[in-house]
């Protein structure tokens, strides 16, 4: 057991910068009276009182953290949290644990799917703390861990390799991970001010355009209103929400690097941006049309306002929805479910397998038609103008294959329980590439407050896998992980 304590003493020092942020939903409950004053008492003391205790234990454990304690870190970190975010939730609003865990990790994982209903009458701070968990999730904890521990003398490149997605992996944009840690959240910090000045300037209130700001950069999909953007039926908040969402949507390392360089040039150099932003509004538009030729809106300008916000809305994974557009033709909806597997991307806060898994997959299928005509040509896979080696190869075809392998048997637990498969398969899309709303039962009209306790386990799940990227967490349950 002692081998874990520098892990568990990292653990603890999250859970205390954890518990930390609960202090903005609590001085918010005290200010305004909202009722939910002693549910984040308990919660706040809860939450620091055992990580400091955690930490008061294993305090003498300074070793550096190893890979293998990397991936048990990060597991640890996006299991562990959602329990002690959960405890308001339970204190105030009396939820089951099965829920309020839910609820939570959809918080933290960005995925935006809920359980609860009146979210227009909950106090004010609980809803604060709901999107609040988007925000903090959407860059990662892991990342601001990365950013602060350092200076407790925590070395972070391991648990920075374990937590960031795609190529972020083997790149770093500055010498140190602290370094590029922080470059992200400030970032992150300076777009999401923009955000929220945008949602005040549109018309919002200040505690809607914050809740908003905080859903919509780590798009999550969160509202404060169960009729989410349809409560303001305004196409100057839709805008501004699209504007950002499709920042959110691509990497923060580019938008590192262009605010930084003070250019626009890496844009252009970015594999994934100009596809993600090609097939996002390619898709809208046609969509768009799809729909007044199938008479659903009389005119193109109408039909473009709803298809694009939602179509942007969940090719990013956020989950915001204007209208019940389960109610427009099937292609439409699923079209959309489709878009949210792959067009954000690598480094971004959406979810997914990401655009440049996509390209690589894309390219890799097209090298193998070119071999099986011309088995001698030398066809090399490039992105961006460089060759892709072939462990990336090898690495991103296994992800692909677990991809489907969990999709396709989460869904047949899902089936097997009793659900529709419509429901079925679109929960667990939604949840694996943490979009939130998917069809059916689950649909924008509705939400996952329906489940059993086992399909809200299983949708549970799928957002954690989604959301670490499978392996990340997977090499944790396997016996290979837990030998010496």
């Not at 308001?88 to 009396?94: A, M």
């Not at 903090?136 to 521990?149: E, F, Q, R, S, W």
């Not at 594999?271 to 097939?279: D, I, K, R, Y």
Request: one cysteine or more; aromatic letters at 14%; charged letters at 10%.
């Amino acid at each position: 057991m002692k081998r874990y304590y520098p892990v568990i003493r990292v653990l603890s020092m999250v859970m205390v910068m954890f518990g930390l942020t609960m202090l903005v939903p609590w001085a918010l409950s005290w200010v305004l009276h909202d009722g939910a004053e002693s549910a984040f008492d308990e919660a706040l003391l809860l939450t620091v009182g055992t990580g400091a205790g955690l930490w008061y234990t294993t305090r003498r454990e300074t070793r550096d953290l190893t890979i293998r304690d990397g991936f048990l870190m990060v597991a640890l970190v996006w299991t562990v949290l959602p329990v002690y975010a959960a405890l308001p939730l339970i204190l105030q609003l009396d939820a089951s644990f099965t829920d309020a865990y839910f609820e939570a990790v959809s918080g933290l994982t960005t995925t935006g799917a809920t359980v609860f209903e009146g979210l227009d009458n909950l106090p004010v701070s609980i809803n604060f703390w709901r999107t609040q968990l988007v925000w903090l999730g959407g860059m990662g904890l892991i990342v601001l861990a990365v950013a602060i521990l350092p200076l407790l003398g925590i070395g972070g490149r391991q648990m920075f390799k374990a937590e960031t997605p795609g190529p972020m992996k083997d790149s770093k944009m500055t010498p140190r991970m602290a370094e590029t840690a922080k470059g992200l959240w400030v970032v992150y910090t300076l777009i999401s001010i923009a955000c929220t000045l945008g949602y005040y300037w549109a018309g919002m209130t200040w505690l809607d355009a914050i809740m908003h700001m905080f859903a919509t950069m780590g798009l999550g999909g969160f509202s404060s209103h169960d009729a989410s953007f349809g409560y303001f039926n305004s196409p100057a908040i839709e805008v501004v929400s699209m504007a950002f969402m499709l920042i959110a949507g691509c990497n923060f390392a580019t938008h590192y690097v262009v605010l930084s360089g003070r250019s626009l040039r890496p844009y252009a150099a970015d594999p994934e941006a100009g596809m993600f932003l090609l097939v996002t509004v390619g898709s809208f538009i046609g969509i768009a049309l799809f729909l007044v030729m199938h008479e659903v809106y009389p005119t193109f300008p109408e039909a473009l306002r709803y298809s694009a916000f939602n179509v942007v809305s969940i090719a990013t994974t956020t989950g915001f929805a204007n209208t019940d557009y389960a109610l427009w033709p099937f292609f439409a909806p699923l079209w959309m479910l489709f878009l949210s597997s792959f067009a954000t991307s690598a480094g971004s806060t959406g979810g997914g397998i990401k655009m440049i898994r996509a390209i690589v997959l894309y390219k890799q299928v097209y090298r193998e038609l070119t071999r099986a005509m011309h088995p001698n040509a030398v066809h090399p896979v490039k992105v961006g103008g460089e060759r892709v080696p072939p462990n990336i190869l090898f690495s991103v075809l296994a992800f692909g294959f677990m991809y489907m392998v969990c999709i396709v048997s989460m869904t047949l637990a899902l089936s097997f329980s009793g659900l529709e498969i419509i429901t079925a398969f679109s929960a667990v899309v939604a949840s694996i590439n943490n979009t939130g709303p998917g069809l059916g039962a689950v649909g924008p009209a509705n939400n996952f407050a329906g489940l059993t306790d086992f399909q809200t386990w299983v949708c549970t799940f799928a957002m954690l896998i989604g959301r670490l990227e499978i392996f990340t967490l997977l090499v944790v349950m396997t016996p290979a992980f837990w030998r010496k």
